[in-house]
């Protein structure tokens, strides 16, 4: 059994680390290019959205390279997500590509469903050895956004962006080949100090909350590396969401104490009271975390066609107007045009800062 | 005397205005069509602009905007490279400070930027379509066989102007050949269609904002008379035409050069020779890793001048190279 599963940002350190701890043959898709792109979009749906196009090309490209299961998230509610595995097995089948498609429906749904899955494809291994195999895979994701989180940190304030990308990939590359804690600890001494011999700018930094659909906040690929434009426009970003918030909600049911989306969820009151699917609700909701919070603007990426954030982008203007917040949409896919992109982004960015600088003004 | 150089290259135009230090006008601005040809074009507008100036003129700041400002600002070495917005924004409240609404269509994309008590509050461009931007006027113009001018003005002829479909312009197309077949009146159709496509302007570039006056309308298309009066009837407030409507972007670009010389001293002009220096472009494929981006290349002999177009930055020359152009730096709020 070789497995292979869809690319989502830095996960794949996360995956591969479980995996071959469970003594799993895991085949991992190429990091997602244009190339996935085109496979993704050349086989699916045109009206489907982007992460059902790029998933599909991520199991293509692992196809390619001998996968023969692959492991898929599931989901329920409204969003379409949640019948994307099925679609994808229907669409590799017809393409002569048949792979055997085991789906994680979320534990909030069925405990069970996961453990009988787990078991399935581990076999016979020590629930013990399980455990030891996801611990070591939740320090990766631990690790991966201590360096993520330092890197939105840094990159409005250092006069040498390249080198700050360089270290992330180096520290990311590091990461992914550890091979126990000690190691890791060691690697994110390392790359702190790197970042410490960067010069600095001194503030004030705009600083911009990022939110929207998990897959589009969380992979670079599909919102056009939409957090390192703003850091280079000198602004400080936060996401609603990192990596390790995800898993632990998800994965462990959120049984582990990290900061993760459920109080967003209470905040998206009276704005919006119900779960719309996806994270329609978890936008509302942290945009008005990011408004309380003092923030210079928030924005919001949806794939193209996004049913539960185009519900959270009709809903955005009053949040915005209570909380003076100004907020700024993308609906993204493979059409969208990078020229477009900048040019929204700049302009955001100079609105925020003439906010600013009116206040500045007033308080003197 | 102390000028100060605007200069925006769009899809279809490439504009230059020299002001001096109060923001006037110094000679008349420039309007050249770009056709294809940015670095032509610009070093052609360079050196007109060099003619009408005395050897006491000296040029203290250069802003660039437009879908090519960061091509321009390298070729000319720019201080300020600004986004259309903010350029945009910038030029019309010198005009008209109390303005609230700026309606901008040019060549190929169209914006509506909001403004509160003098700062833009909220904007919004196309993004799926550019039904009703200036290519599509034009085109309809050619093919009625009318000069772009008489276009608009034969639309103010009309006294019962047709229903046009203006969602989407081939289709707009089809419906206005199948008006005038029905025997239709041509500035009948003229003005339905530019009804039709204010009317997809203010609900899809438009939609949810609050447009109060006054409102500025600016960019190429504001020259059409049918479209003025469209946006008065549909919006019924006046519709205030700056009188240099067209070049509003240069205009707002050399507005903020002057801000940026006050502030910073030197010009990073590289002077008018510009116009005659041989710049070569290329481009070509990145084979690093199979995002394959194209990577662009402009050289002046054997010095490579900036690069872009790659993902992750291996092609960057320096740190500081187009990356970081329009970074906004904050005042501190002590």
Redesign the interface.
Known sequence: MRITYPHMGNLYIVVRALFTNLGLDLVLP??T????VELGVRYAPEFACFPLKLNLGNFLEAWELGADTILMAGGVGPCRFGYYAQVQKEILDELGKSMEMVVLEPPDVSWREVRDKIRCLVGDISWWRIFKAIRFAWYKARAVDTVEERVLFLR?RT?????L?EYRRQALRRIDEASDKREMDEILRDFNNQCRALPLR?????RVGFVGEIFTVLEPFANY?MERRLG???VEVTRSIYLSAWINEHLFGGLLRVKGMEHVDKLAAPYLNSFVGGHGQETVGSTVEFGKQGYDGVVHVAPFTCMPEIVAHSIL?AVSKDYGI?TLTF?LDE?SGE??I???L??F??????????R?KE?L | MDLFLGIDVGSVSTNLVLLDAEGEPYVQPLYLRTQGQPIAVLQQGLALLEEQLSPRDRICGVGTTG?ARFLAGVLVGADVI?????AHAVAALKIVPEVQTILEIGGQ?SKIIILR?G?????A?N??CAAGTGSFLDQQAFRLNLSIEEFGEKALEATNPVRIAGRCTVFAESDMIHKQQMGHTLPDIIAGLCEALVRNYLNNVGK?LEILPPVVFQGGVAANLGMRAAFQKALQTEIIVPPYFNVMGAFGAALLAIDHAAEYGETKFRGFRVSEIQFQPRSFICKG????CEVVEIRQGKQVLARWGD???RW?IT?QDS??A????????S
């Open positions: 190429p990091p290019s244009r190339r996935t409005p006069y040498e962006p390249h080198r990308e001194s503030g004030p930094f705009l590396d280079l426009l000198g203007p100004p609906y059409q020229a477009g900048q040019t929204r700049e302009a960015v100079d609105l925020m800062a003439a906010r600013r600088e009116k500045r308080n | 879908s600004k986004n259309e917005i903010t994309d008590d700062i833009v509050v909220d904007f461009m993004t799926v949810g890793c199979p995002n394959a993902r992750c930055g960057g740190e990356s970081q329009g970074r906004s730096n904050l005042k501190s709020i």
